[in-house]
T-cell receptor
């Protein structure tokens, strides 16, 4: 069983709408949690990094939250754009980096 | 800034052939690593290096070799390609420090490999 579970696997939304992606993890000990954006045919690009003491981190229209007690994180995308279409990967770092399988987001006009 | 550069972008091999995937970074990062990405799975670590002359195995090292003769380059060698090695391969680099501190990891664009 993967130590980092992401949901949903895929999501389709209309341009301009908001959405929230979920990440649950069992990694222990915990150092930090990262969200990456991966465009089709490209490598992942870092969006946010949060340590256990940080509850929220923003990067433009992207806002990540972290609840280290329940071991849950979410990535909220506001006012989606067509360019937000990508896979979003949650990565949890303890002794090692553990990658989620990603959520595939499609933004339609 | 070139960042992390991988070549080739695409490759088709026959079972049993060998090849080398190239990776170079120009950020003077100590830590470099290779991952494979398969559908429905998270990235899995193949091999990594914390500096020139130092390499170690990740989660899925079988069938792959690496070397790190310089800080900039970290090639991945497939010794005898198998269909199970059909995947997308990513090279990554970051500064080394702490317990996987908060150093941002930079990824290359990937090499898409098919083994027939």
């Amino acid at each position: 069983k993967n130590q980092v579970e992401q949901s949903p696997q895929s999501l389709i939304i209309l341009e301009g709408k908001n959405c929230t992606l979920q990440c649950n993890y069992t990694v222990s000990p915990f150092s930090n949690l990262r969200w990456y954006k991966q465009d089709t045919g490209r490598g992942p690009v870092s969006l946010t990094i949060m340590t256990f003491s940080e509850n929220t981190k923003s990067n433009g229209r992207y806002t990540a939250t972290l609840d280290a007690d329940t071991k849950q994180s979410s990535l909220h995308i506001t006012a989606s754009q067509l360019s937000d279409s990508a896979s979003y990967i949650c990565v949890v770092i303890g002794y090692k980096m553990r990658f989620g399988a990603g959520t595939r987001l499609t933004v339609k006009p | 800034n070139a960042g992390v550069t991988q070549t080739p972008k695409f490759q088709v091999l026959k079972t049993g052939q060998s090849m080398t995937l190239q990776c170079a970074q120009d950020m003077n990062h100590e830590y470099m690593s290779w991952y494979r990405q398969d559908p429905g799975m998270g990235l899995r670590l193949i091999h990594y290096s914390v500096g020139a002359g130092i390499t170690d195995q990740g989660e899925v090292p079988n069938g792959y070799n690496v070397s790190r003769s310089t800080t900039e380059d970290f090639p991945l060698r497939l010794l005898s390609a198998a269909p199970s090695q059909t995947s997308v391969y990513f090279c990554a680099s970051r500064r080394q420090g702490g317990l996987l501190g908060k150093n941002i990891q930079y990824f290359g664009a990937g090499t898409r490999l098919s083994v027939l």
